[in-house]
């Protein structure tokens, strides 16, 4: 059954409530000032390819703005792993999202979070992790470790509300290319693609 625009509304004000209760309680973590615009998470969802029949794993949900647009793209919650800091995050998300696999843990430490039951591969990894908030060489790190997990030429993708790369690349077998700016999402954005060479 459709929700009717007032619980639409009702809905996005208490998530943006939680959002920046989190924001005031660990900013590094958060690193937005609102959840992620449609727009933004469509266009991150977009690079799934559906007929690999390989899981998605998304990095740092939140409240789920992007893990909506992940679903509405008719991919199985069954297929989808998603790494969450906040054990509150991760309670609501199991709620509202049942069926996915939603596992509590640190995205830069990703053997560790997905454990040994995790699938060998997934189809790409997309990302809502603040990464400017974090070194360059931890940024660069959770990159590898994250393209080991897809097949060469899958993306990582990651969305950043700087104008330079949100990781920087010194491996020449790494390429990035970036979207226009999204200026519904506030602050404006861009989704950054990267990929290993096949």
Known sequence: MRKSRKAV?????????????????????????????????????????????????????????????????GLAPLRLYAVEYSAAFCRLLRDRFPGA???????????????EAAPPAFDCV?????????????????LQTALDLLEPGRPFVQFSY???????????SITVTKSRWIIRNVPPARVWVYRRKA
């Open 101 to 115: 696999n939603f596992l509590q843990g640190d995205a830069f430490d990703l053997p560790a979070s997905l454990g």
């Open 9 to 73: 509304v009702k809905a996005r004000f208490a998530d943006e409530v939680r959002f920046l209760g989190s924001l005031l309680r660990a900013p590094r973590s958060v690193g937005a000032i609102a959840p992620t615009s449609s727009e933004t998470a469509m266009l991150m969802a977009s690079h799934i390819d559906l007929d690999s029949g390989l899981p998605v794993l998304e990095l740092g949900p939140g409240t789920g703005a992007i893990t909506t647009a992940i679903l509405g793209t």
């Open 126 to 142: 997309i990302s809502g992790l603040p990464l400017l908030n974090f070194p360059k060489e931890k940024r660069a790190h959770l």
């Open 162 to 172: 700087g104008i330079i790369p949100p990781i920087p690349l010194s491996d020449p």
